[in-house]
């Protein structure tokens, strides 16, 4: 089955720098990558997907690459503001003819220091 | 809308109990998802439902654990005896089905704790 890596596990960054994050999966089938964000209290929410026709998305200072050949991809937050703190979650998973199921990432830890 | 409701919110109870989570998917969303979140294993999918029928269920720890969703607009996770390393914050989510990947909408979560 799916297994998905995410690293680092926790990220402390300073307000305004670039943090980055990055996951590997390991079934080639797979062919959807969303991120989710979780903040204290509530539930993950979906904050930007990619699938896998396509090599990079951009949604303001939130930007995800993938690389299917390598079978990674990764999260990049740019001019990152206190709000950015949470714990993010990539996954992983496979959009065939019903709904399929996601495989999540351990999760990071993101800090931002005003 | 008011989004994936879950109730309760949070649960104690005594080893052996049985317990019942309870979640209302978004209005017009087919897809049903039970995942348990722990410090130690992260998010993981227990089972999902498409139009009401268990599609996969290898999640599913133990048969402690059952999952039923007699409706469209609801469904319960039952554990019955229910054991200390059940405590965990279990999430309910549920999305649009259909030949694409649609984004799965989470509700806030029921935080369990067996004593």
């Known amino acids: 089955g799916e297994n998905v890596e995410q690293h680092p596990s926790t990220l402390s960054v300073q307000e305004g720098d670039s943090a980055v994050i990055k996951c590997t999966y390991s079934d080639s089938a797979s062919n959807y990558f969303p991120w989710y964000k979780q903040e204290l209290g509530k539930g993950p929410q979906l904050i930007i997907d990619?699938?896998?026709n396509v090599g990079e998305k951009k949604d303001q200072r939130i930007a995800v690459t993938l690389n299917k050949t390598a079978k990674h991809f990764s999260l990049h937050i740019t001019e990152t503001q206190p709000e950015d703190s949470a714990v993010y979650f990539c996954?992983?998973?496979w959009g065939g003819g019903s709904q399929g199921n996601l495989i999540f990432g351990k999760g990071t830890k993101l800090s931002v220091k005003p | 809308d008011a989004g994936v409701i879950q109730s309760p919110r949070h649960e104690v109870t005594e080893m052996g109990q049985e317990v019942t989570l309870r979640c209302k998917p978004i209005s017009g969303h087919n897809s049903l998802f039970w995942y348990r979140q722990t410090m130690m294993r992260g998010l993981e999918l227990l089972i999902y439902f498409n139009n009401n029928v268990p599609i996969d269920d290898s999640g599913m720890p133990e048969d402690r654990f059952s999952a039923k969703m007699p409706n469209a607009s609801f469904s319960t996770l039952k554990i019955q005896p229910s054991e200390p390393r059940d405590s965990a914050v279990y999430f309910c989510?549920?999305?649009?089905?259909?030949?694409?990947?649609?984004?799965?909408?989470f509700g806030p979560g029921t935080r369990l704790t067996v004593l």
């Open positions: 996954a992983a998973g």
């Open positions: 989510a549920s999305s649009l089905g259909g030949s694409q990947y649609n984004e799965q909408f």
């Open positions: 990619i699938r896998s």
